[in-house]
């Protein structure tokens, strides 16, 4: 016979506020970056908002990375 799962709302919240304590770090400094960047080698504005987004699309790869670590180590849901 199956059991329901339920949602382990303690692992919840804490997921999620590693995500938003983390995801807001680095893609500050993401931005942060390609700016200093661009400006410290005087490449313009252009290449300066693409390095914004290069940096960015790491930042994202990195915060993907570490949802499915967190997935691992606290799991959503557990038996009933």
Do not use: H
């Not at 709302?9 to 400094?29: C, D, H, K, P, Y």
């Not at 252009?46 to 290069?54: C, E, S």
């Amino acid at each position: 016979m199956a059991q329901a799962k339920s949602t382990n709302w303690r692992n919840v919240i804490t997921v999620i506020s590693i995500m938003i304590l983390v995801g807001a770090e680095v893609f500050g400094v993401a931005i942060a970056a390609g700016w200093a960047i661009a400006g410290l080698f005087e490449l313009g504005d252009y290449v300066g908002y693409a390095l914004m987004g290069l940096f960015s699309l790491l930042a994202l790869y990195f915060l993907t990375n570490l949802w499915r670590r967190c997935m691992a180590v606290e799991p959503l849901t557990g038996r009933a």
